[in-house]
């Protein structure tokens, strides 16, 4: 499995330590990096992936990137929080390719990756709270920049760390052959379809690409992804027009045409329709500073 993850980088965006509040209240977030909570005191609420997740002291806390979220703290909270972007050599997400937990109980040493990146990261915390002010492009062209200032073995030693906490959440595949069996013949499935996103993909192209029957491929790809290959399409195309619209000037046409869509009208009906909110409204709310 590790053949899946070993081109795979982590970049720190922020670190800090915070108090909060009942002003911790957020709808509808979704943001193009992930993020990792250590709770140290009281209590509040994440929803993703349809379910409610109780956040709690002594335990750490997972939100892939590019999950639609709801953040509610009730009364307060403390926690450590970090965010982070992954890359990777095909452009494929890891969250795409390995299966993940998002909530584990914390170990002692998991307290001291947080303390010590953010030791090595002193002046990266967020400023507010409320995603819309610092998820857009202003905001993570600052935080690159703030990478750059680190010296060699401080960044080195910052995404070393990124990557043992990750690691905490990682479920492995060692005691269940049929799905790694599974897993391994759409191994490259999914590079397929982000490098062909702009072309008219079809579930026989897929199909091809792994050289299955349509059908026997079409059965597959539902029990490994949790979805129809034409539902999986649709929501990466989405994704990386929401990427596109936070950190480019890109026109909407060219977003269209770049991810695949037929026509400007049907992108932005379907963009609609999977994020609540058109194009422009979604690029003019996450540039608003």
């Given at each position: 499995?590790?053949?899946?993850?070993?081109?795979?980088?982590?970049?720190?965006?922020?670190?800090?330590?915070?108090?909060?509040?009942?002003?911790?209240?957020?709808?509808?977030?979704?943001?193009?990096?992930?993020?990792?909570?250590?709770?140290?005191?009281?209590?509040?609420?994440?929803?993703?992936?349809?379910?409610?997740?109780?956040?709690?002291?002594g335990?750490?806390?997972?939100?892939?990137?590019?999950?639609f979220?709801?953040?509610?703290?009730?009364?307060?909270?403390?926690?450590?929080?970090?965010?982070?972007?992954?890359?990777?050599?095909?452009?494929?997400?890891?969250?795409?390719?390995?299966?993940?937990?998002?909530?584990?109980?914390?170990?002692?040493?998991?307290?001291?990756?947080?303390?010590?990146?953010?030791?090595?990261?002193?002046?990266?915390?967020?400023?507010?709270?409320?995603?819309?002010?610092?998820?857009?492009?202003?905001?993570?062209?600052?935080?690159r920049?703030?990478?750059?200032k680190?010296?060699?073995?401080?960044?080195?030693?910052?995404t070393?760390?990124?990557?043992?906490?990750?690691?905490?959440?990682?479920?492995?595949?060692?005691?269940?052959?049929?799905?790694?069996?599974?897993?391994?013949?759409?191994?490259?499935?999914?590079?397929?379809?982000?490098?062909?996103?702009?072309?008219?993909?079809?579930?026989?192209?897929?199909?091809?690409s792994?050289?299955?029957?349509?059908?026997?491929?079409?059965?597959?790809?539902?029990?490994?992804f949790?979805?129809?290959?034409?539902?999986?399409?649709?929501?990466?195309?989405i994704?990386?027009?929401?990427?596109?619209?936070?950190?480019?000037?890109?026109?909407?046409?060219?977003i269209?045409?770049?991810?695949?869509?037929?026509?400007?009208?049907?992108?932005?009906?379907?963009?609609?329709?999977?994020?609540?909110?058109?194009?422009?409204?979604?690029?003019?709310?996450?540039?608003?500073?």
């Open positions: 499995m590790y053949k899946t993850i070993e081109n795979v980088s982590l970049s720190l965006l922020n670190v800090g330590y915070v108090n909060l509040n009942s002003s911790w209240d957020y709808k509808n977030v979704m943001s193009p990096f992930f993020r990792l909570y250590y709770i140290t005191d009281g209590e509040a609420k994440v929803f993703h992936h349809q379910q409610t997740y109780i956040l709690k002291p335990y750490m806390y997972l939100i892939p990137s590019f999950t979220s709801r953040y509610k703290c009730d009364v307060s909270m403390t926690q450590f929080y970090i965010s982070a972007i992954e890359v990777s050599e095909t452009g494929m997400s890891i969250f795409s390719k390995t299966n993940f937990i998002y909530e584990v109980k914390a170990d002692h040493i998991s307290l001291v990756y947080f303390k010590r990146i953010l030791e090595l990261n002193p002046n990266r915390s967020i400023k507010r709270d409320d995603p819309k002010v610092y998820d857009n492009e202003q905001g993570l062209t600052s935080f920049v703030e990478n750059q680190l010296s060699e073995s401080s960044y080195l030693e910052t070393g760390l990124l990557k043992a906490l990750i690691s905490k959440f990682v479920i492995g595949y060692k005691n269940d052959r049929i799905a790694l069996k599974k897993n391994a013949k759409l191994n490259s499935v999914q590079n397929f379809i982000n490098v062909n996103l702009h072309t008219d993909l079809t579930v026989q192209d897929l199909a091809n792994q050289s299955l029957n349509v059908d026997y491929f079409s059965r597959l790809f539902k029990e490994v949790g979805m129809r290959p034409i539902v999986y399409i649709q929501k990466k195309r994704e990386r027009a929401q990427l596109l619209l936070i950190a480019t000037d890109t026109s909407l046409q060219d269209s045409d770049t991810i695949g869509f037929s026509n400007l009208s049907y992108f932005s009906r379907v963009f609609k329709k999977e994020t609540g909110k058109s194009p422009l409204q979604y690029r003019k709310e996450r540039r608003k500073v």
